[in-house]
């Protein structure tokens, strides 16, 4: 997505270049469209967004911010925003969300100063303000409260995994979506994960076509498997045991991580099996 550019595009203008040189500083570049597509948005949020384009577009590695990018980091924004309303106590895009908000954010002047200023918006009667709240509508209905957030059409896609692998499945897509940068799941990334990272014993299971690239990715795992991960707790035998069985490295290492952070937050400085279940479905 992010990294394809159209050669036939027109170049960007040096004036619209130099209003943000953080994306000169990184080596990254709009594409016309999406520059364009900023100069839409509200003036006060502009900033933030082309700053946080080009944060993103360093941490996936694209050299270009497209306008697909940019719709990708919107819905993942919006999609955020929905699942802290809901950690409120919202269930809809209220005043009174903005309200709780500038109370959370109240050692924060500038923060609370952009929560006025998107009060200020959504309060306007115009087309894109009732754009927006339909959108932050939708999100509301499948934002959750915690854990990684999946966009209502990643979470349709995974309608058709067998529950037996459902589990595993999930825990792959939402690793690989942290590994990449990303905060919300999204149809692209469960592609990527069932063509380039699940098991073939897995896609088996799910009835899809295996190929002998996924059996021999399927034997690297295995030899990676032989290598010890890096464990900063002492772990007890069976919670060691249990999550020494993730048949997929990165995703084993990564929960191991995010485990321990869990549990050392918790205050606890050894990994239980009661502990482990407990967290094991926050990576």
């Known amino acids: ?30 594409t016309v469209e999406a520059w364009e597509r900023v100069k839409h948005a509200p003036e006060f949020v502009r ?6 384009m080009v944060q993103r577009a360093v941490k996936r590695e694209f050299k270009y911010i497209t306008s697909d990018f940019l719709t990708e980091i919107r ?45 200020d918006f959504l309060s306007m009667r115009t087309e894109k303000k009732d754009d927006i709240v339909e959108k932050f509508k939708n999100y509301m209905e499948t934002a959750p409260t915690s854990g990684m957030p999946w966009s209502k059409e990643a979470l349709e896609k995974m309608e058709k995994v067998p529950p037996f692998v459902l589990g595993m499945a999930k825990q792959t897509i939402e690793a690989r979506a942290r ?8 149809p692209e990334i469960i592609a990527e994960v069932f063509t380039n990272i699940m098991p073939a014993s897995a896609k088996e299971a799910m009835g899809m076509e295996v190929s002998e690239e996924d059996k021999q990715r399927d034997v690297d ?23 020494m069985r993730i048949p997929i ?34 990576f």
């Open 249 to 282: 490295p990165f995703v084993r290492d990564m929960g191991i991580k995010r485990i321990e952070a869990e549990i050392k937050k918790d205050g606890h400085s050894e990994v239980t099996m009661a502990l482990f279940e407990k967290f094991r479905f926050t």
């Open 75 to 119: 819905n993942e924004s919006m999609m955020l925003v929905s699942k802290r309303v809901k950690q409120f106590g919202f269930e809809e895009l209220s005043m009174g969300a903005f309200e709780v908000a500038k109370q959370k954010m109240a050692e924060s002047p500038r923060k609370v100063e952009v929560i006025e200023e998107i009060e």
């Open 47 to 52: 900033p933030g967004i082309r700053k946080l």
């Open 221 to 243: 795992y295995e030899n990676q498997m032989e290598d010890e991960p890096e464990f900063e707790l002492f772990w007890h035998d069976d919670a060691k045991a249990k999550v």
């Open 1 to 30: 997505m992010g990294e394809d550019y159209t050669a036939h595009e027109k170049e960007i203008e040096l004036s619209d270049r130099i209003d943000h040189p953080y994306a000169d500083e990184n080596h990254v570049e709009w």
């Open 179 to 186: 590994q990449r940068g990303d905060k919300m799941v999204t």
